[in-house]
Each structure stands twice: as structure tokens, then as C-alpha cells.
T-cell receptor, first 114, second 113 residues
């Protein structure tokens, strides 16, 4: 089982460039999430999609956009990358958006903006 | 004050030691508590889940929740080098708009052979 797959695993961008981080899950989960993880800051929620066709802002949405392409795929777009967006990005999914459901995480995308 | 506080460590212990990891929180509405384990350069994975107050045991791992003190703990007995990882506490108030998990910063644990 692949679980949650993120692409790419590593990326270096120049300030002002744009890119899309891809995420796909094969567990038939309804809810998907994008987090960023920074040293000393822990995991912070960027955007989430409670179900196909819906997206909502999390704690740190500025500078990002998302698309829930279908039930399997949830992408994160940086329109104009900034050095402050250097981070490790994790996609996660859960059966539904409830506090008692397990979130499954991908392997992460390490993004550096220079 | 952040909603969830967790000592980032690092914490280094000898093999076989009992490890205690802790988080405090400020939101009294939290009632779902989780511990995730994250190995280096990997995504977090769920280790323990507890609803409301009380203890839960799973093998060498015990999770405790004290809602009156807004304090949760994870105990690891007979620690092994394979337990070396970052442990993140996470908690949530429930469904709807409060269903998002709030994570602590994580405590990095190293178990020395």
C-alpha cells in the first residue's frame, strides 16, 4: 500500500518562482491536509479539505493556494515563493474530519527558497 | 501563550530507561489527545490515541491525560535504540470547526545502546 504519496521530495526555488506540490492518497479517505514543519515551530496547518469539493484555511494560509482535484488528490500551490516559505511540507489524509480519526502522513517535501 | 507547549529537548537516555514525555495545553475544550512518532526525514505516524482523561497502555507505551491539570504524558518503558525519534503531542476539541489537530513542537529522543 502506497498510503499518502507526495511529489517532489526535494525542490529548490528562486524567490518569486511558482510551483505546485502534489499529494495523492489511495486509502479512499475523505479529508486531506497540508502542513508545514519548521524547526522550533512544530507542525502547522496550512489548508485542509474536509471532503471532495471543499477547502478551508488553516493556521498559516497566506502565500498558498490549494486544489482538491478529486477524492484522491490535493495540491498545494506557491504562486510567488518567498524565503519564509522554506520548510518541510507534509500532506496528510484521514477517513473523515473528526478528532478521533487517525491522520496518515506522506514522506514530506523539502522546499528551499533562495 | 501557545495552545500546546512541549519541551523540544533533546532528551538522551540509556537503553532500558523509562522515558517520560509531556505536553501542557491551555484550551479546556480539548478532549482528544494523540501522540505521533516521527523518525528522521519521515512523516509522523500515530502512536497512541486517548479520549478525555485517563490512561491507555499499548505494550511498552502508556499515555496519560490529566484534564484537570491540562497535562498529558507519554511513558516509554524499557526504551530501545529503535525508539529514537521525535515525539509530537497533538490534540483537538472535536468535530466541526474545532476538529483540526493542534500539534506541540515535538521532543527529540535519543536512546543510546
Amino acid at each position: 500500500n502506497a498510503g499518502v504519496t507526495q511529489t517532489p521530495k526535494f525542490q529548490v526555488l528562486k524567490t518569486g518562482q511558482s510551483m505546485t506540490l502534489q499529494c495523492a492518497q489511495d486509502m479512499n479517505h475523505n479529508s486531506m491536509y497540508w502542513y508545514r514543519q519548521d524547526p522550533g515551530m512544530g507542525l502547522r496547518l496550512i489548508y485542509y479539505s474536509a471532503s471532495e469539493g471543499t477547502t478551508d484555511k488553516g493556521e498559516v494560509p497566506n502565500g498558498y493556494n490549494v486544489s482538491r482535484l478529486n477524492k484522491r488528490e490535493f495540491s498545494l500551490r506557491l504562486e510567488s515563493a518567498a524565503p519564509s516559505q522554506t520548510s518541510v511540507y507534509f500532506c496528510a489524509s484521514s477517513a473523515y474530519r473528526g478528532a478521533n480519526t487517525e491522520a496518515f502522513f506522506g514522506q514530506g517535501t523539502r522546499l528551499t527558497v533562495v | 501563550q501557545k495552545e500546546v507547549e512541549q519541551d523540544p529537548g533533546p532528551l538522551s537516555v540509556p537503553e532500558g530507561a523509562i522515558v517520560s514525555l509531556n505536553c501542557t495545553y491551555s484550551n479546556s475544550a480539548f478532549q482528544y489527545f494523540m501522540w505521533y512518532r516521527q523518525y528522521s526525514r519521515k512523516g509522523p505516524e500515530l502512536l497512541m490515541y486517548t479520549y478525555s482523561s485517563g490512561n491507555k497502555e499499548d505494550g511498552r507505551f502508556t499515555a496519560q491525560v490529566d484534564k484537570s491539570s491540562k497535562y498529558i504524558s507519554l511513558f516509554i518503558r524499557d526504551s530501545q535504540p529503535s525508539d529514537s525519534a521525535t515525539y509530537l503531542c497533538a490534540m483537538s476539541a472535536g468535530g466541526g470547526s474545532q476538529g483540526n489537530l493542534i500539534f506541540g513542537k515535538g521532543t527529540k529522543l535519543s536512546v543510546k545502546p
